[in-house]
């Protein structure tokens, strides 16, 4: 493979992920025929995630947006679509009123449950063959790509 197609095969990878999840979701099929996708996002369940894992903190948008490597108008973006679906809500922090605490309702818990479940068997099928020491030079790589582009000012 050549070096310059890397970044290709990863989003194409990326592609093919997302194209699974939605083709073998009858739900989600139903909803795109309708145009009308409610599915939530992979950013969206990365959120739902990071949410459930800090269940007993105060998670707000600046923490997110930190933790996902997102611009501040993504992730606004984000909430405000999953505040109109209903997944979360945001509530004026009694401590700081400037800042708006982040809380998952119960149709959040369900849906990133499900979602959940499906990445876990996407992601079986994704690595049967591959040896551990095959994943560890990969997530190692990986790493380390996430690190130069984090470091670099590329015009």
Do not use: W
Not at 28 to 54: A, F
């Amino acid at each position: 493979m050549e070096r310059s197609k890397i970044l290709y095969q990863i989003k194409s990878l990326e592609n093919m992920i997302a194209r699974k999840f939605i083709k073998d979701d009858e739900f989600c099929k139903q909803k795109l025929e309708n145009k009308k996708m409610t599915k939530p996002t992979s950013t969206q369940m990365q959120i739902m995630g990071y949410i459930l894992e800090h269940i007993d903190e105060v998670v707000y948008q600046k923490d997110l947006e930190e933790v996902l490597n997102l611009r501040r108008a993504t992730v606004s973006g984000v909430l405000q679509t999953m505040e109109k679906n209903n997944l979360i809500k945001r509530v004026t922090d009694t401590i700081d009123t400037r800042t708006k605490k982040i809380i998952l309702n119960e149709k959040a818990k369900e849906s990133f449950l499900k979602g959940q479940k499906k990445i876990i068997e996407l992601e079986k099928v994704a690595i049967e063959g591959v040896t551990e020491e095959e994943l560890k030079i990969f997530i190692n790589v990986i790493e380390k790509m996430k690190n130069n582009i984090s470091k670099e000012d590329i015009n």
